[in-house]
């Protein structure tokens, strides 16, 4: 059974930092998947913010996050991060890593393109 592990998030004052985790396990083959994180706040859609490739691991961002958010992966450790810094009020939300075989995640990748999701950390900034 494939399971998503997202870890780290909490409370955290505006303009501070958080790394988030995702930990995956019964994934035969991490290093074959391309990762990506996504958030929904509540009454909003889920929004795209950055993916790793499978491979040479390179990255892409959403531009409302880019230059503040940086995602790396692991693969020894079957693990995808998300190091958030300049947290914003308007970054709280939900986060969800999720898992896409041999194949890029993209601003318009569905949820439903997605192999895997994780079950999300809640990540709540305060003024």
């Known amino acids: 059974q494939v399971q998503l592990v997202e870890s780290g998030g909490g409370l955290v004052q505006a303009g501070g930092s958080l790394r988030l985790s995702c930990a995956a396990s019964?994934?035969?083959?991490?290093?074959?998947?391309?990762m990506g994180w996504f958030r929904q706040a509540p009454g909003k859609e889920r929004e795209f913010l950055a993916a790793?490739?499978?491979?040479?691991?390179?990255?892409t961002y959403a531009d409302s996050v880019k230059g503040h958010f940086t995602i790396s992966r692991d693969n020894a450790k079957n693990t995808v991060y998300l190091q958030m810094n300049g947290l914003k009020p308007a970054d709280t939300a939900v986060y969800f890593c999720?898992?896409?075989?041999?194949?890029?995640?993209?601003?318009?990748?569905?949820?439903?393109?997605?192999?895997?999701w994780g079950q999300g950390t809640q990540v709540t900034v305060s003024s």
């Open positions: 999720a898992a896409r075989y041999r194949w890029p995640i993209q601003t318009d990748t569905g949820p439903s393109q997605l192999d895997y």
């Open positions: 019964g994934l035969t083959g991490f290093s074959d998947y391309d």
């Open positions: 790793i490739r499978y491979s040479a691991g390179s990255t």
